[in-house]
């Protein structure tokens, strides 16, 4: 599936069932990865394969309204997610990262 055709998708999603709604269908698009709530993020891991990265980039790309939810990523393919957008969310980035500053 295009990544145009996943930012279609997710935008309707989004504008209909919101944020949880999202989430829920990304965990049943997911091929290898896996959504785990950690620290009131939630964390969308590819699971190192590329199956998975055509999702993740249509998640965040600035044509979604979805990727205002954008906080962080870690290496190993690990994007956080916010459902609040609030700055607390980016403090709980930074412990999870190990930048405790």
């Given at each position: 599936?295009?990544?145009?055709?996943?930012?279609?998708?997710?935008?309707?999603?989004?504008e209909t069932e919101g944020f949880k709604g999202v989430i829920e269908e990304?965990?049943?698009?997911?091929?290898y990865g896996t959504v785990i709530k950690t620290n009131g993020l939630y964390c969308i891991s590819t699971g190192g394969w590329s199956d998975d990265e055509a999702l993740l980039d249509a998640l965040i790309s600035p044509m979604t309204r979805f990727h205002y939810h954008y906080v962080g990523y870690l290496v190993g393919g690990h994007f956080y997610f916010s459902e609040d957008k609030s700055f607390e969310c980016y403090q709980r980035v930074k412990i999870i990262l190990g930048d405790n500053e």
């Open positions: 599936m295009t990544e145009k055709r996943l930012i279609n998708i997710i935008n309707t999603i989004y990304v965990q049943s698009r997911l091929v």
